[in-house]
């Protein structure tokens, strides 16, 4: 064959230059790059002639390709008050927020932070010898299942995306274990996020301290009922060799077994209940005493208390049984951020790290801000529409992560992220579209969350509404689906946001009235167990009772609906309703609950069923988050 004489060149994306010559170091190298020049440049102890040099080659010239300068950086060490600056710094700036943070072992021994995660499983075995986790048997003396084990690394990082450890953690393989021979029942429970904002507001309102505790490998210190076999570690063998020859007979819990969640619950719950703790019956993670107050998340444990001293006598007598560690406040849990004022007045929280992981996911750092979450249409399926476009991200993975941030601290894209989530399965183009507003929407509000005020009211009050067959006309007409309602409610403590909900209604609602209905019924399926949680936590903290059992308000736009809930009778256009939605009359006749009419310009809940034009959106924002 002939073959051509054209002189072949590499492509310039393959290089660290751009068309032009200009350079294009990655994004991560580059804010490691300034990193480490502001980090010698804050300080008088380094070469500065070096250093400006770098400078020099690294600002002024970018036409000059980068990959060395940046390893000069990378190697240069100065001279700080507390010494050289750490070498894993550099590393951990290396890695992007957005890549992915659970690795395998095969993974992590082709990246540069093998060595890292080694020695953090070093300390992993280390730790769980010395709790005596295991023994070592003869694989032939053993007649029953033999787990296989894996390792799961992870880096940990802050909320705001910075790398705060390596973790290693040895696991066995729970997913082959078998029902009836290695496990029976598996369920534990987690504190509510409900009871935790709640927790909150009345930790500003009453001055509450707060104390965070972490149980350090917290499943292993659960001692393990049955006999459970488990092959070594990888890469771990005995001091003499043989490792084929013997497996693990498990004395604790490790993770990964299908019981271990249970038993670890199993014995903090005996731990607290032992030291005159009782469990709320409306949230079986939540324990009170007399001025102190223990929610469980797993392995975190959240302290509450009238001051200092009642929960550092609680943590010592808890160090004699437990390996813990204490943070000094709840600054962080499970990735949100709790920001007091410099006041201390009040605390917001946030999840800054997490919209900008968003946003990078998306690919769209440079993209303009909008001021609504969602537009003034409905989102339907679109079938028969556009394609979604040839997008590298992940449809389902950015609606995952916008439903955790609009469940914990963003009520203000309730709506928007839920009509989005429908379509999980087959997104189209306007589907796309929707998702990139919202993320837009949040690039303008990134550092904004919910406040918690410390006004001394202490009304629990609720907002209920509904959209009635808002899908009409975008869905296609012999779909049931165009003519589901959507339910809307808010309930709040003093003004501070607990519970938020956005969802279509299951049942079709024949009228406004009783769309309305539907959802009031909703709401006081949350408020009603609520109110039983606050009045558990007055007597705790002794609230005055009076305030805790008064009658709490629920706010409905809908005259009839209102109606209805407040007088029991029957009409034509009522009576078909469902028995069930019903059931919350009977806590309007014994003054638990009071159904009120509001004008349509202050139901807050409108903000959850429908999107709103820019000036009442913000409004009703203002009102719900204070900002």
């Known amino acids: 064959m002939r073959r051509s004489r054209r002189t072949r060149t590499q492509p310039d994306r393959l290089t660290y230059e751009t068309l032009g010559g200009v350079a294009a170091l990655p994004e991560h190298l580059t804010n490691t790059c300034l990193y480490l020049f502001d980090k010698a440049k804050c300080t008088g102890k380094f070469a500065r002639e070096q250093c400006e040099d770098l400078h020099y080659e690294f600002i002024e010239r970018p036409k000059t390709i980068l990959a060395a300068y940046y390893a000069k950086f990378q190697k240069l060490s100065y001279d700080l008050d507390s010494g050289t600056i750490e070498d894993e710094m550099p590393i951990s700036l290396l890695i992007r927020a957005s890549e992915k943070d659970d690795l395998t072992w095969a993974e992590a021994r082709v990246s540069g932070e093998f060595e890292l995660f080694k020695a953090a499983a070093r300390e992993e075995i280390a730790s769980l010898e010395k709790k005596g986790s295991w023994e070592v048997v003869k694989r032939s003396s053993v007649k029953s299942n033999i787990l296989p084990s894996t390792w799961a690394l992870k880096r940990k990082r802050y909320p705001d995306g910075r790398i705060r450890k390596y973790k290693a953690r040895f696991c066995v393989r729970g997913d082959r274990q078998r029902f009836g021979l290695d496990y029976e029942e598996t369920y534990a429970p987690v504190v509510q996020w409900s009871t935790v904002r709640m927790m909150l507001t009345l930790t500003m309102k009453l001055g509450l301290r707060t104390k965070q505790v972490d149980y350090s490998n917290a499943f292993v210190q659960a001692d393990i009922d049955g006999d459970v076999y488990c092959e070594l570690p990888t890469e771990f063998s005995l001091a003499d060799g043989g490792k084929s020859e013997y497996v693990l007979k498990l004395k604790k819990s490790l993770y990964g077994l299908k019981q271990a969640p249970l038993l670890w619950f199993k014995t903090l719950k005996k731990s607290l209940l032992d030291r005159g703790f009782k469990a709320s019956k409306q949230d079986p993670c939540m324990f009170m005493k007399k001025g102190l107050v223990a929610l469980v998340y797993v392995d975190d444990v959240l302290f509450f208390g009238t001051s200092d001293a009642i929960i550092d ?96 601290t963003r009520p203000d894209i309730a709506f928007a992220v839920h009509q989005a989530a429908r379509f999980s399965h087959k997104p189209m183009q306007c589907h796309e579209d929707a998702v990139k507003r919202i993320v837009r929407y949040l690039k303008g509000t990134k550092d904004k969350g919910l406040y918690f005020g410390s006004k001394t009211d202490f009304q629990l009050e609720a907002y209920a509404d509904a959209d009635f067959a808002g899908l009409w006309g975008i869905e296609e007409p012999q779909d049931p689906t165009s003519v589901k309602s959507r339910s809307g409610y808010l309930i709040r403590l003093g003004g501070c946001p607990i519970i938020w909900r956005s969802k279509l209604q299951t049942l079709i609602a024949v009228s406004t009235m009783e769309a309305e209905y539907i959802s009031l019924s909703m709401c006081m399926r949350e408020l009603i167990p609520l109110r039983r949680i606050f009045i558990d936590l007055s007597k705790c903290f002794e609230v005055d009772v009076k305030v805790a059992t008064a009658k709490c308000p629920v706010f409905e736009d809908n005259s009839s609906a209102v109606t209805l809930a407040n007088v029991p009778k029957m009409t034509p256009r009522s009576k078909h309703i469902a028995l ?36 009442k959106f913000e409004r009703l924002r203002k009102l719900l988050m204070n900002w």
């Open 313 to 408: 006598e609680m943590i010592a007598t808890l160090k004699r049984d437990f390996d813990l560690k204490v943070e000094e406040d709840v600054f962080a849990f499970l990735g949100i951020e709790i920001i007091k004022d410099k006041k201390g007045n009040a605390i917001s929280l946030r999840q800054s790290g997490l919209v900008d992981r968003i946003i990078r996911a998306t690919g769209m750092e440079n993209a303009n801000a909008v001021k609504t979450p969602a537009t003034t249409v409905g989102l339907g399926a679109d079938v028969g529409g556009k394609e979604r476009r040839n997008e590298e991200w992940s449809y389902a993975s950015v609606v995952g992560m916008l439903l955790y941030l609009a469940g914990n």
């Open 580 to 615: 069930h939605y019903h059931f919350f009359r009977e806590h309007v006749r014994d003054g638990s609950v009071g159904v009120q009419h509001v004008s349509t310009d202050l139901q807050i809940a409108d903000m959850l069923t429908k999107g709103l034009s820019e000036i």
